[in-house]
């Protein structure tokens, strides 16, 4: 099978080409490999190739509704037994995984060839992909462009055509940020619905999940399909699903009402672009039937992303001190800026921590308010077009002020400071839409409908209420039925 042949099937077309014996697993996984050989030094996807895990795996009996298609995960979170997983940072790189991750589990399950893990920042706390441990990962449709993160090296794969489905997590947009920024489709399930074990049972209290980033709508419906589902030892059990997601994305979604709002909320400047984005959603929503009009979350969300923060880097504290126990590294082995999130989180008070998480009730019952009105909130995903390699790295004044802090141990003082809305202002700006779905714990999707005159994807988000992943997908059915964006070719 050459590589033309090969991009034209999305995973579910490839799974049926394998069970009609059209092309075997071995076929695609030479496609896949090829391809990656072909662009992965120019675009920095793959973060640690798994080739003898994927000649091991054809040599068994694939089954599934997978079975047989090449498959990439997420070099964080989603551990493969033997196989490390360094989260982007170079004290995990040599500490193999004892187990599989659950989703990991049911990947495997369902027939898929993993050969690789994909390129993330350390401890996937960026919304972009260029760790100093790892290959910095690159945009398909413009090499000197990031391709978002955290999930960036995943992203970068699935545009490129190396596969066309891999494994992804949204912790604070991480599949929808990607999405946006590389012309694909990413859904973030709602909380709980996909497990998060064995090695933990939820993190950041459920805000952070596990999904995928396609090409089509109907890959991700099908994956959504082989992870949601309990599992021994999770917090609590959602009930079933009315219906598989495949079904569901199958129907029509009714007449929705959807919300619009574009300002940045926490008050920063939003590019014409981005703007251009969501005046184009919803012409095509419009055009489509549905109710469109303008509204708020009736959120704060300056305070949420305060909250957000306040949780983010308290898990930072926490990832870095379990990775320091594990592994004997010392501070320094971890970047500048992970080592100052870490000190801040250190530096929270339990109380403060606590009325930080208290907040997420408000916020989210605000946003029930919302949904009790319109089916969806309508945002731009990022507040301007895809982003230059290197343009958000730390200021050097910034990163004295760093040093100094944690040579001084006096982190604590910073909460005196406005260094905290500094640090909103500067690592949310370009993506101040994304973290209301993770705090709250909606479902959310970032669809490509949009290509700027320069030629970048920029996407549109969609955030839903409670259980709403059915219409949802049935709506982005019918989005991608009226402007195909599956077969857009980025010049690499």
């Known amino acids: 099978m050459d590589y033309a042949e090969y991009r034209s099937y999305d995973a579910v077309g490839l799974a049926a080409l394998v069970e009609k014996g059209e092309v075997s697993a071995a076929e695609l996984l030479d496609a896949a490999t090829a391809r990656a050989a072909e662009v992965?030094?120019?675009?920095?996807?793959?973060?640690?190739?798994?080739?003898?895990?994927a000649r091991a795996r054809l040599s068994e009996t694939l089954s599934g509704p997978f079975a047989g298609v090449p498959f990439l995960i997420k070099d964080l979170g989603q551990h493969y037994a033997g196989v490390p997983t360094a989260a982007g940072t170079g004290p995990l790189a040599t500490v193999p995984a004892e187990r599989h991750s659950e989703v990991v589990r049911r990947w495997l399950d369902a027939g898929l060839v993993v050969f690789g893990k994909t390129s993330t920042p350390e401890f996937g706390a960026k919304a972009i992909t260029e760790p100093v441990a790892g290959p910095t990962a690159r945009n398909p449709w413009d090499l000197t462009r990031t391709p978002g993160g955290s999930s960036g090296g995943s992203a970068a794969a699935v545009a490129a055509g190396i596969v066309p489905v891999a494994g992804a997590s949204d912790g604070g947009g991480s599949i929808r940020i990607p999405a946006a920024c590389c012309g694909l489709f990413g859904l973030k399930p709602g909380r709980g619905l996909v497990p998060d074990g064995p090695h933990q049972s939820e993190r950041m209290h459920g805000a952070a999940v596990q999904g995928v980033l396609s090409r089509t709508v109907?890959?991700?419906?099908?994956?959504?399909?082989?992870?949601?589902?309990?599992?021994?030892?999770?917090?609590?059990?959602?009930?079933?699903?009315?219906?598989?997601?495949t079904e569901a994305a199958r129907r029509e979604p009714g007449v929705l009402r959807i919300g619009v709002s574009t300002a940045s909320p926490i008050g920063g400047t939003v590019d014409p672009e981005a703007l251009a984005a969501v005046r184009e959603a919803t012409d095509v929503l419009t055009g489509l039937g549905h109710a469109v009009e303008p509204a708020s979350s009736g959120v704060d969300e300056r305070q949420l992303s305060r909250d957000f923060l306040t949780m983010w880097f308290a898990s930072m504290a926490h990832q870095v001190a379990d990775a320091r126990a594990r592994t004997g590294a010392a501070d320094d082995a971890f970047e500048l800026e992970t080592r100052m999130m870490a000190a801040l989180g250190r530096a929270t008070s339990a109380p403060t921590y606590l009325s930080a998480y208290a907040r997420w009730n408000e916020h989210t019952r605000r946003l029930?308010?919302?949904?009790?009105?319109?089916?969806?909130?309508?945002?731009?995903?990022l507040s301007r077009p895809p982003w230059r390699i290197g343009e958000l790295a730390t200021p050097e004044p910034m990163r004295r002020l760093a040093r100094a802090v944690l040579a001084g141990r006096v982190a604590g003082l910073l909460g005196r400071t406005n260094v905290v809305d500094t640090l909103v202002d500067r690592n949310l700006g370009p993506v101040p839409y994304t973290q209301l779905?993770?705090?709250?714990?909606?479902?959310?999707?970032?669809?490509?409908?949009?290509?700027?005159?320069?030629?970048?994807?920029?996407?549109?988000?969609?955030?839903?209420?409670?259980?709403?992943?059915?219409?949802?997908?049935?709506?982005?059915t019918q989005l991608e039925a009226a402007r195909p964006w599956a077969d857009r070719h980025p010049p690499v």
Request: charged share 15%; proline share 11%; glycine share 12%.
């Open 40 to 53: 992965d030094g120019r675009i920095g996807a793959i973060a640690r190739p798994m080739h003898a895990q």
């Open 218 to 245: 109907r890959d991700t419906a099908a994956m959504l399909d082989v992870l949601v589902g309990p599992e021994p030892g999770a917090p609590y059990r959602l009930a079933a699903p009315d219906e598989p997601y």
């Open 368 to 381: 029930a308010a919302f949904h009790e009105r319109y089916d969806l909130l309508l945002t731009p995903t």
């Open 437 to 476: 779905a993770n705090i709250t714990g909606r479902p959310a999707m970032s669809v490509p409908l949009y290509i700027t005159p320069g030629g970048l994807p920029l996407g549109v988000q969609l955030v839903g209420g409670i259980g709403a992943e059915g219409r949802m997908l049935a709506l982005a």
